[in-house]
């Protein structure tokens, strides 16, 4: 419900500032990314007017339209979605950063087709840390490879990494792969100048993905509401 935006970005800095405080981390050290998928222009304006600045979307079309909506504003666009080859020259010339980068073909296309007058796109690489069969994502041991070939390509700024845990794992369970994350991206980290985005918690868990070192969460439904069925992807 729009009416309840403020109420609801007010809850989820408080839960950031409780898992903070729980380990010992400072709240500015954490950036809030609202998902915006499904949510109109309208509603978006809204949450930036409470203090929002990052937005991720996971459809392409939708998101173009919105961007363009919204332009007015200083939003920093995040696409979190799966990306198909078709989609990555529309993606390159309209978003800030892309998070699910998982394989080379990729990111070489967002490299050629992102333009040299724009910043470099910022491309966080997704693991599948649950190793899911069906899940996209690369697995954690291809990892340094894929890493080290983006790495080299002009146009893009490599800045970390992106999970998506096991949907139905229990908070444990969630921790275990949020911290098995968190080793890698320590792993990796000295390895690339600007790595440092570890992209993992929504509005379930993110308490625990701060306490476990994420440094971005992506929160959608505890901001905006229960979206549709539908597009609940
Ligand atoms: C939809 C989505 C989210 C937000 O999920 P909520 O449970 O609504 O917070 C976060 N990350 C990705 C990749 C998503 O697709």
Redesign the pocket.
Known sequence: MPSDIAENIANVRAGIARACARSGRDTSAITL?A?S?TQSPDVIRLAAQTGIATL?E?YCQEALEKIAALRDRPLIWHF??PLQSNKTAAVAAAFDWV??VDRLKIAQRLSTQRSPELPPLNICVQVNIDDETSKSGIAPNELPVLLDAIAALPNLNLRGL?A?PLADAGPEQRRSSFARMHDLFESQRARFAQFDTLSMG???D?EIAIEEGATLI???????G??PRKA??
């Not at 992506?218 to 905006?224: E, L, N, Q, T, Y």
Request: charge should be positive; avoid cysteine.
């Open positions: 990314l998902v998928k991720g996971n979190i979605g998070q699910s992106m998506i929504m509005s379930d993110f992506r929160v959608g439904s505890a901001i905006f229960a979206r609940d992807k």
